[in-house]
């Protein structure tokens, strides 16, 4: 068992500063990847993530480790709100063809409808599931292979074969 460091201790007993610490140095990569996981679900991400850290509050006294164990641990907790929602919605059913289609919707922000924005969320929609969530913590989110196997609860290896065929897969669609 791993100690503590000191932030997530003073989280454990309460402290406000030390989540408010924690909250900041995953809050936002948290939401990027949960908008690029749940793009067909009915939860929006946003509520997703609200979730996690409910989660995360009720049983930090389970967790053991550092602040970037930590986010291994959150997106953990997030994966299977994650999973929970897909299945509520039934999107299972209806794989890929859904995920490219919801990328095609206008969004009235106008921090989502840069190019480039767009361009990543529909190449990331081309991708299979599992290789998608990994290319999205490596490369979008840049969490580190340990972080993405904790997070995804796959292997080191898993996550790097995950990681070598997605890329494959985008430089291909790319190259189209």
């Known amino acids: 068992m791993r100690a ?14 030390a989540w408010r610490d924690l909250y900041r140095a995953h809050a936002g ?6 908008e690029a996981r749940t793009a067909a679900s009915s939860d929006a991400p946003e509520d997703l993530a609200a979730a996690t850290w409910l989660v995360a509050a009720e049983r930090i006294a389970d967790f053991n480790g550092s602040t970037s164990d930590f986010g291994g641990w959150l997106f953990g907790i997030a994966r299977n709100h994650s999973a929970n929602a897909w299945r509520r919605t ?12 919801s990328t095609d919707e206008e969004h009235p922000d106008p921090e989502k409808s840069l190019i480039a924005d767009e361009w990543v969320r529909h190449a990331l929609a081309g991708l299979p ?20 196997a904790q997070a995804l609860g796959m292997t080191a290896v898993a996550v790097r074969v995950a990681r070598h065929r997605g890329l494959k897969r985008l430089r291909s669609s790319v190259g189209e």
């Not at 503590?4 to 500063?17: L, N, T």
């Not at 990569?29 to 949960?34: H, V």
């Open 29 to 34: 990569r948290l939401l990027l990847w949960l």
């Open 4 to 17: 503590d460091d000191e932030i997530v201790a003073a989280a454990k007993s309460g402290d406000s500063a």
């Open 90 to 101: 039934g999107t299972r059913t209806r794989g890929l063809g859904a995920l490219a289609a």
């Open 129 to 148: 599931p599992r290789e998608r969530d990994v290319v999205a913590c490596l490369e979008v989110l840049d969490m580190d292979v340990a972080e993405t």
